[in-house]
């Protein structure tokens, strides 16, 4: 039971145009969301994140925006460059786990190409 | 800036054999996790310690062990290995438990099993 999707395994845009990642969850009880970006041969790096108190978080070319009624959340490159392309981990985290606060359930992925 | 490292990038092992790999951070981090990950599969999460001795299962704990004898190593045991746990494997730590801290990854070690 996957309780977070990235229904896109791939994506592909070109050099100056705005990229959309999106992330959808299942799980009310998550209340923090992260993404993170991942080059081949390489561990994840945290690019943003964004509380459930919040509907949007801004850092610069990248916006996360959490529309909790749909149990969405998106991610805006703009605009997007060739160095933007890697595998882009959605992940969230709820209040309590099992009593283990903290613990990350990640989405399977999104493989974005910035063609220049 | 927070250092993960883990003690190999590639390694080669060949069915049954004990393996061992290794995750050192340096931030004094309470937290410390152990992921797989496999193409289409994301990041499965093996076994996690939020403390010194201590362990729990994440979500596919089967064929794996860990150890955490100091706060700043974290290693995991491939008691016989398999060539189904030919993955990458990744290591991460994040600060305190209880509450929302990024988690810091290391570059990762891409195990192969013959």
């Known amino acids: 039971d996957q309780q977070v999707k990235q229904n896109s395994p791939s994506l592909s845009v070109q050099e100056g145009r705005i990229s959309i990642l999106n992330c959808d969850y299942t799980?009310?009880?998550?209340?923090?969301f992260l993404w993170y970006k991942k080059y081949p041969a390489e561990g994840p790096t945290f690019l943003i994140s964004?509380?459930?108190?919040?509907d949007k978080n801004e850092d610069g070319r990248f916006t996360v925006f959490l529309n909790k009624s749909a149990k969405h959340l998106s991610l805006h490159i703009v605009p997007s460059q060739p160095g933007d392309s890697a595998v882009y981990f959605c992940?969230?985290?709820?209040?309590?786990?099992?009593?283990?606060?903290?613990?990350?359930?990640f989405g399977k992925g999104t493989k974005l190409s910035v063609k220049p | 800036d927070v250092k993960v490292t883990q003690s190999s990038r590639y390694l080669v092992k060949r069915t049954g054999e004990k393996v061992f790999l290794e995750c050192v951070q340096d931030?004094?981090?309470?937290?410390m996790f152990w992921y797989r990950q496999d193409p289409g599969l994301g990041l499965r999460l093996i076994y996690f310690?939020?403390?010194?001795?201590?362990?729990e299962k994440g979500d596919i704990p089967e064929g794996y062990s860990v150890s955490r004898e100091k706060k700043e190593r974290f290693s995991l045991i491939l008691e016989s290995a398999s060539t189904n746990q030919t993955s990458m494997y990744l290591c991460?730590?994040?600060?305190?438990?209880?509450?929302?801290?990024?988690?810091?990854f290391g570059p990762g070690t891409r195990l192969t099993v013959l």
């Open positions: 991460a730590s994040s600060l305190i438990a209880g509450a929302y801290n990024e988690q810091f």
């Open positions: 799980n009310s009880m998550f209340d923090y």
């Open positions: 964004i509380s459930s108190i919040k």
């Open positions: 992940a969230a985290t709820p209040r309590n786990y099992g009593g283990s606060q903290g613990n990350l359930i």
């Open positions: 931030m004094d981090h309470e937290n």
């Open positions: 310690s939020y403390d010194v001795k201590m362990k």
